[in-house]
């Protein structure tokens, strides 16, 4: 029960984002890459305010949608390229 | 609040409420016959349960104003308690229900999704979060919330969307979460656990409101609540006549008050009026289509923005919606209301929504209305946006047909999102399902 907030048990939205920005700090990471499973809803519904509380703290951030068990069309690779571009 | 504000607030109040009525009387002059001889004539009632939404989402626009507190709440969340402490309630899965059919969801959905919220995302989640970004909605306007209360008997998103709200608009969140019963009984344990839940949300709500609850005023809502959700299961019961005198169609109009002004004496004498004309229609031999010839289920919520159409469809061939499994979750639940123990009775009541039991309950659901309302065939809603009541749909489809030897047919679509909605195949497969009905 004491792992990091998590929306499956109802925490707060705020406090993952205070996790994520600790977590960010800590870890000197410049973007975070929201890797999201699709029909996932309890990360699908934290996933706007969570990446515009990161914008607002100079974090940029990707979303990558996922389908278990499909690969990733090559498109993915491109847009992680230019997402670590723009980082550095 | 300021004096002149609740003198503003009283003045608007009753200005809206003469719209309403001029709006109401002039429905109520208008001809009775819809434009086409497929459907009956339309409930006289119609009009004033209209004004009585319209009068309750009016009161909202001034809560604020006259010094009321403001609970955002989920179709299956206790209302009971909040009333008590004259809480002005507001529903978003109703409000969302009165976007669909006005067709207005769509608009406020795309605001959500461009502001990253997934199309994955139940549309009434969407057509909510929509409307609290960009403030356009049918109703006028809606108070912000100084409560959330989520209750996790309909579904797990509720919490999931509550929490969006909770960092919206800065109000707290009560959750009351209910064990899923996989068997017939809930277990004295969950309604222990749900009990303390309620107990517990009870100081809550009492210092957000500033009120204390009293037992006499908890107990009184809890009487309205459970009148109210008895006349509306006689209204549905009503249709065991032949022909059924109110679609599940117009059902799903006229539930609005049940589900959103639970607790209120005018839903009482509202039911009470329609039962009345019901018992009319019944006498004059009135049916919802001009020439039954086939009864229908509907299992699932409804297609908010094609309710029109629906019937339509099936009535040009002799087929009306004569029941509901959704529908009849407001009136099925109303015989475990005990006003003497209101909590301790809501802790069970709250515990049994037909979405917080198993797939099997609901299939025993089903082949109990196919019997009591003596129905043909059955129509399963595959709702892209309500995954709890979809689950299990296609053995449930497979087991009314095998068993119970009734076409069941399962119709793919969304309760509010148009853009999944296939118009073309839709007709076509309810062409070939009455066929086969044999119409």
Not at chain 2, 158 to 164: A, E, H, P
Not at chain 2, 183 to 208: F, G, N, S, T, W
Not at chain 2, 393 to 421: F, M, S, T, V
Request: glycine fraction near 8%; charged fraction near 25%.
């Amino acid at each position: 029960m004491s792992g990091p907030p998590d929306p499956t048990r109802g925490s707060p939205i705020s406090e993952r984002l205070q996790y994520l920005k600790g977590l960010a700090g800590k870890s000197g990471a410049r973007g975070v890459i929201f890797y999201d499973v699709k029909f996932c809803e309890p990360e699908l519904f934290d996933l706007p305010q969570l990446r515009a509380g990161l914008q607002a703290a100079g974090i940029p951030s990707l979303t990558v949608e996922v389908d278990l068990n499909d690969a990733q069309p090559h498109q993915v690779l491109t847009r992680i390229e230019a997402f670590v571009e723009m980082l550095t | 609040m300021s004096g002149p504000e609740r003198l503003t607030a009283l003045a608007g109040i009753a200005l809206g409420r003469a719209a309403l009525r001029l709006n109401r009387i002039r429905a109520e002059g208008r001809a009775r016959a819809w434009r086409d001889d497929i459907l009956g004539p339309p409930l006289r009632l119609s009009a004033r349960g209209k004004e009585l939404v319209g009068r309750h989402w009016l009161e909202g626009r001034f809560a604020h104003s006259q010094g009321r507190k403001v609970a955002w709440v989920t179709s299956g969340a206790p209302v009971e308690l909040l009333k008590a402490l004259d809480f002005y309630v507001v529903y978003p899965e109703n409000h969302g229900a009165i976007c669909g059919t006005a067709r207005t969801a769509e608009g406020v959905m795309t605001e959500a999704e461009a502001a990253g919220y997934s199309r994955d995302l139940c549309s009434y989640a969407r057509t909510d979060i929509g409307t609290a970004l960009c403030g356009r909605t049918p109703v006028g306007r809606i108070p912000r919330p100084d409560l959330l209360v989520a209750c996790t008997n309909i579904c797990q998103t509720v919490l999931f969307w509550y929490r969006v709200l909770a960092e919206m608009f800065q109000a707290p969140l009560l959750l009351i979460d209910t064990p899923f019963l996989y068997y017939a009984d809930a277990p004295p344990h969950a309604v222990e656990y749900v009990k303390r839940q309620l107990e517990e949300a009870v100081p809550v709500a009492e210092r957000i409101s500033g009120k204390r609850l009293t037992q006499e005023r908890l107990r009184q809502v809890a009487r309205l609540a459970k009148t109210a959700s008895e006349l509306w299961m006689e209204v549905m019961q009503r249709n065991r006549h032949r022909p059924a005198p109110i679609s599940a169609i117009e059902q799903f109009i006229q539930m609005a008050p049940i589900v959103e002004m639970r607790g209120d004496p005018q839903t009482v004498d509202f039911y009470a009026a329609l039962l009345g004309e019901l018992d009319e229609r019944i006498a004059r031999g009135l049916g919802a289509v001009q020439r039954e010839r086939k009864r229908l289920l509907w299992d699932n919520l409804p297609v908010w923005y094609r309710l029109r159409d629906l019937a339509e469809i099936l009535g040009r061939q002799g087929a009306v919606l004569v029941a509901s499994t959704y529908t009849n979750a407001w009136g099925e639940l109303a015989p475990l209301i005990d006003p003497e123990r209101p909590l301790e009775s809501a802790a069970r009541t709250y515990l049994y929504p037909i979405l917080n039991r198993s797939t099997g309950h609901k299939l025993a659901t089903m082949r109990r209305m196919l019997d009591e309302y003596q129905l043909d065939g059955v129509i399963l809603h595959s709702d892209r946006s309500c995954k709890p009541y979809s689950v299990g749909q296609i053995d449930q489809r497979a087991r009314l047909a095998q068993d119970c030897g009734k076409p069941a047919l399962l119709l793919e679509a969304d309760h509010n999102d148009p853009r999944c909605y296939s118009e073309a195949q839709v007709a076509n497969r309810l062409a070939a399902y009455l066929e086969i009905l044999g119409t």
